[in-house]
């Protein structure tokens, strides 16, 4: 029977083997029922959690991942690491932004980092993917200026030309 310290340094490992992304959280004052209450709701986002303590994360580090070492100085005390639940090649765009609300809407985490892609990132990620449209959006809006008539999208377009038509035309007379 492995023990609790061991079977968690294997789920890490295999964490940072086998997910293409990995974020660390920091949670002052969390407790057993924030704890629940956050699995469950990444978990409705399809992702998952573990946490680690420092001297845990450290060793599997050091012993077996060299190439995340820069990872080492996110972590202080405990953290908690985030990855996607299953086994799919990347996030989509939807969880990622789905977990970047989660993290305003909970003063209590702090987002310190991870991997994403190959990528190492930080918080800056998360405020651009927090900036960028959905998908979803972005096509509707296109249809919109698409079904726009066309003589209001011709007049649209024959605006910006007109102006700068006149301001030259204006400039001309100022000259002569």
Same mark, same amino acid.
């Given at each position: 029977?492995?023990? %609790? =310290? !061991?079977? +968690?340094? &294997?789920?890490?490992?295999? $964490?940072?083997?086998?997910?293409?992304?990995?974020? #660390?959280?920091? @949670?002052?004052?969390?407790?057993?029922?924030?704890?629940?209450?956050?699995?469950?709701?990444?978990?409705?986002?399809?992702l998952d959690?573990?946490?680690?303590?420092?001297?845990?994360? %450290? =060793? !599997?580090? +050091?012993? &077996?991942?060299?190439?995340? $070492?820069?990872?080492?100085?996110?972590?202080?005390? #405990?953290?908690? @690491?985030?990855?996607?639940?299953?086994?799919?090649?990347?996030l989509n765009?939807?969880?990622?932004?789905?977990?970047?609300?989660?993290?305003?809407?909970?003063?209590?985490?702090?987002?310190?980092?991870?991997?994403?892609? &190959?990528?190492?990132?930080?918080?800056?990620?998360?405020?651009?993917?927090?900036?960028?449209?959905?998908?979803?959006?972005?096509?509707?809006?296109?249809?919109?200026?698409?079904?726009?008539?066309?003589?209001?999208?011709?007049?649209?377009?024959?605006?910006?030309?007109?102006?700068?038509?006149?301001?030259?035309?204006?400039?001309?007379?100022?000259?002569?």
């Open positions: 029977m492995q023990s %609790k =310290k !061991t079977n +968690q340094l &294997n789920t890490f490992s295999d $964490i940072l083997e086998n997910k293409d992304s990995i974020f #660390f959280i920091s @949670a002052n004052n969390f407790t057993i029922n924030e704890k629940t209450l956050l699995k469950s709701e990444l978990n409705n986002i399809g959690l573990i946490v680690l303590k420092n001297g845990l994360f %450290k =060793k !599997t580090i +050091q012993n &077996n991942f060299p190439k995340y $070492i820069n990872l080492e100085p996110m972590i202080q005390g #405990f953290c908690i @690491a985030v990855y996607p639940s299953v086994n799919s090649e990347s765009f939807d969880s990622l932004k789905l977990l970047a609300l989660l993290l305003i809407k909970k003063p209590f985490l702090l987002f310190l980092g991870g991997v994403h892609e &190959n990528q190492l990132v930080n918080k800056s990620f998360i405020e651009t993917i927090l900036s960028i449209k959905n998908p979803l959006d972005i096509y509707s809006e296109l249809i919109s200026i698409i079904a726009t008539p066309k003589y209001s999208l011709n007049n649209s377009l024959k605006q910006v030309p007109t102006t700068i038509s006149k301001i030259l035309k204006i400039r001309e007379d100022e000259f002569k």
